[in-house]
């Protein structure tokens, strides 16, 4: 089974940034679709941004232009920058790993953002 680990979250006053990281385990990350979700208080598990294993990526509307998603294959490893931070992306964030066609489909623990002053 494969273990997702996120680190990063923390608090954050508006405009400012993080980087959250999560690393993985097993050797299928070099041909999963990697991607980032979050879930606010109050509401459903929204996905913020994904890429492909070639590399495609693609960005809920809320965020581009702000979010950055990348992965590091040899490091087994993604990661999400986030900048122009805003009170509304206060959540907790969640990687996810999956290889289409097959019934992996990993999460991770979760970690907390805050974005307050």
């Known amino acids: 089974q494969v273990q997702l680990v996120e680190s990063g979250g923390g608090l954050v006053q508006p405009g400012g940034s993080l980087r959250l990281s999560c690393a993985a385990s097993g050797s299928i990350f070099a041909i999963a679709v990697i991607g980032w979700h979050r879930q606010a208080p109050g509401k459903q598990r929204e996905v913020v941004a994904t890429?492909?294993?070639?590399?495609?990526?693609n960005y809920a509307d809320s965020v581009k232009g702000r979010f950055s998603i990348s992965r590091d294959s040899a490091k087994n490893t993604m990661y999400l920058q986030m900048n122009s931070l805003k009170p509304e992306d206060t959540a907790i964030y969640y990687c996810?790993?999956?290889?289409?066609?097959?019934?992996?489909?990993?999460w991770g623990q979760g970690t907390q953002v805050t974005v307050s002053s």
């Open positions: 890429i492909t294993s070639y590399g495609m990526t």
């Open positions: 996810r790993m999956v290889v289409v066609g097959t019934s992996n489909d990993s």
